[in-house]
């Protein structure tokens, strides 16, 4: 299975992206998917993430800000972002887990200027 994220850009603060992560698979086999995202010089860290049973989780600095959602007939996963904050600045990549398998997809910059 290969997902493909995309949708980053340079965008200035306050304004909005909206992130996809197209699923060459049918994203039914997955139980949990989200996003991760890598800034320069810092750690990974989680971002939001959704189960299939519909519970989404968020990261404290994006709560409020980001959506996540899952298409289950587009076997896309997206990440909507609105009021962005240069802090948001990073390679964003999105993942997928079943129950005996874990994918990654490549990551889409974004920037965030002030």
């Known amino acids: 299975v290969q997902l493909q994220a995309s949708g980053g850009g340079l965008v200035q603060a306050g304004g909005s992206l909206r992130l996809s992560c197209a699923a060459s698979?049918?994203?039914?086999?997955?139980?949990?998917m989200g996003w991760y995202r890598q800034a320069p010089g810092k750690q990974r860290e989680f971002v939001a993430s959704?189960?299939?049973?519909?519970?989404?989780n968020y990261a404290d600095s994006v709560k409020g800000r980001f959506t996540i959602s899952v298409t289950n007939t587009e076997n896309t996963l997206y990440l909507q972002m609105n009021s962005l904050k240069p802090e948001d600045t990073a390679v964003y990549s999105c993942?997928?887990?079943?129950?005996?398998?874990?994918?990654w997809g490549q990551g889409t910059q974004v920037t965030v200027s002030s």
């Open positions: 698979a049918s994203i039914s086999r997955f139980t949990v």
């Open positions: 959704s189960s299939t049973s519909g519970n989404a």
């Open positions: 993942y997928a887990t079943g129950s005996l398998e874990n994918y």
